[in-house]
Structures are given as C-alpha cells and as structure tokens.
C-alpha cells in the first residue's frame, strides 16, 4: 500500500478519536448542567438523527466531489460544532451538530476504498480501517474519560480558572472539549494531503425531488438484492446494538462493579480491544465470496452478553467484554465489506454507504429510544441486559435464517 492509503488511515484516526472523546466530553458536560440520567443515551440519538434526513443528500454530494474534500468540510463541520459547545449552546444541540459533519463524513470515508483500491483488498482494507477506528474509539474512550475526570477538574481549575473564553473555561469538561477541537484539526491537515480521485458516479440532475426519488430507488435496489440485503441487515443490528451495548455498559459498571464514569469509560474501551481482536482476525481468515459464513457469530454474540448478568468483579469483567468484542467484530468486518463491493456494484460507493448509514442509524435511533424509555420507567440494569442479549440472538438468528431460505 502507498502514502495515499495510510493518509486516508491517518485522516479517519483522528477524525474518530475526536468523535468519541467528544461523546465522553458531552455525556461530563451533561453532568455538570445536572441534565436528567435519559439524556445520556439521547445525545448519541441527537448525533446520529442527521445521518437520516440527510442520507439523500450526502450519497449524492460524497460522489459528487473528490472525496478527500468532502472529508475536509465534514471535519470543518464538526470543529463548528466543538465551538458551539464552548460557547454554551446545549450539549445535545452541539453534539447534533457534529454528527451533520459525521453524516457527511462517513460516505466519503468508506466509499473512497473502493475507488481507490480493487475488490481484492476491500476485505482487508476494511480491517485496517475498523482496527484504527477501534483505536480509536479505545482511546477516545479513555482519553474523553480522562480529560474530562476529576483530576483534570481540579488541575483546570487552578491553572485554567482565569483562562477567558466566553465566560472562562473552569470545567474539565469545557477543557476537554478544547483539546479534541485539536484533534479534529489535525485530522482536516491530513484530509489535505488525500489523493485526488476522479469523479466515477456524477449525477444527471441534483434538484430536490430527483436526488429523493434517486435515493429511494437505490434503497429498493440494496434491500432486493440477496446479498445486499443480509448484509445491510446485520450491520444495522450490528451498529444499533454495539451504540446501545456502551451506554448499558456504563450504567452497568456503576451498578454491578461500583465503577465511577472514568473507570466505565475504560471498559467500554475493553469492548473495542476485543472489535479489533476480531477484526484483525476476520480480515486474514475471511473472504469476501465468503462472508455471509460469519453470521452465526452474531448469534453467539447476543449469548455473550447475558453473562454480564453473573458478572460482579471488574476481573471478569475484562475478559467477557474482550469476547463480546472480538465476536461483533468477526462478523461486522466481513459483512461491511461485503455491503461497501455490492453498493459500490450497484449504484456507487457515496450512494450505498449513505444508504448504510440511513438503515444503521434508524435502528441506533430506535434500540437507543428503546434503552431510554427503560431507563425512565425504572427497569433494573440486568433486565435491561437480558432483553438486550436475547433481542440480539433472535434477531440475528432470524437473518441467518432468511438468507439461508433465499439462498435454497
């Protein structure tokens, strides 16, 4: 692999690790405004609610552009956002908007590999690109923990407490959230230097209505085709049960192992060293014509996850979310690879990845919703772990399933 490749690496790194330090940040933040305990997992909805309404759009504007470029105005997106946060506007708002840049951002990231690379490498550039975003968010994780835990409180309040910036940054939350705006700018230098692709799938017309009625045309197209289709499916279940899983993890680790939020947020990084365990794993064992073998892992998945219920010692802890980690990540790489070469087939890498982002992020919007609801109606962490493993397990039996079916 050449420079331009580890440059499009090095670009999503930073990218990512600004993301979910900044999740971290906002959830802090959240508790420093003594916001209600829901809002938690509704700031990660208010992040995703963009990929939405503007899956339309964004398919369209990724392949319209270099897609090194359209990276670099998503970072500048999500850097507005930082400073939106700075400067008072409400957590969940500023979070929404970063999650416009995160919107933008995801069809480029994804779709530039496979124009850049052939179908022979997409498997194992995918691991490559899910192993740095698990860095990522491992160390975003800890990182967003650290910065905005109480031993950074105290020392920013000592050295800091005078810093003027609307009103003065005195909080470790509001200093941490200076120091990620950091990161997302180094992230927009290396979208500089990203190779110049040409433009594969340029648009006829870019009015309203034919870039809607374009957009539903290619979600039939995905949804119809066999393989398309199981792939999509489980990484929209896998995306909106891996979002849930980390909020269920922090409630988790306060209940059952006594662990404060810096202490959580360390074991939900647990859970990505495990990702990229599996990941690493599925890139060198796992073709892409053999993808769709990976499936009963998610059904092994959900299982993994009721053990958390037995679970009282952070010791044991560890080990299990290593497991549950490296089975998600297993199965996801192979099925996103699978997704990205039959999208890029169909309708064009900027389309078929904006078209992933709108099914994955309706069900994070709807298992998160569902997760909120729980926690506002007063159900005990292990109810909320045992739903959460079963609904797993049978939704992923269910797809095993039906691909099985259209296949015979």
Known sequence: MNRGFYTILAAQFFSSLGDNALLFA??????SIAAPPWQTPVLQQFFVFAFIPLAPFVGPFSDALPKGRVMLISNSVKMVGCVAMLL?????LAYGL????????????YGILTEYLPACKLVWANGWMEG???????????FGGLLAGQRIEDQVERQFGG?????????????????????????LAFNLYIPKLPIEHELPKRTLSFLIADFWRCFIVLWKDPLGQVSLAVTSLFWGAGTTLRFIILAWAAASLKLDLEQATQLTAVVAVGLAIGSVAAAKAVALEHAVKVLPLGIAMGFAVLLMVFVSDWRLAWPMLVLIGALAGSFLIPMNALLQYRGHQLMGSGHSIALQNFNENISILLMLGAYAM???AGFSVNFIVVAFGLFLSVAMGLITLKHRHDQD
């Open 26 to 31: 906002a959830i802090a933040l959240l508790k």
């Open 88 to 92: 008072g506007t409400h957590p969940l």
């Open 98 to 109: 970063v999650g416009v840049g995160a919107a933008m951002y995801s069809p480029a990231k």
């Open 132 to 142: 740095l975003t698990v860095a990522a968010v491992i160390l975003g994780a800890i």
């Open 163 to 187: 810093f003027e910036f609307n009103g003065g940054i005195d909080t470790a939350p509001e200093f941490a959230i200076l120091v990620i705006f950091g990161i997302y700018l180094v992230a």
């Open 374 to 376: 729980m926690v506002r």
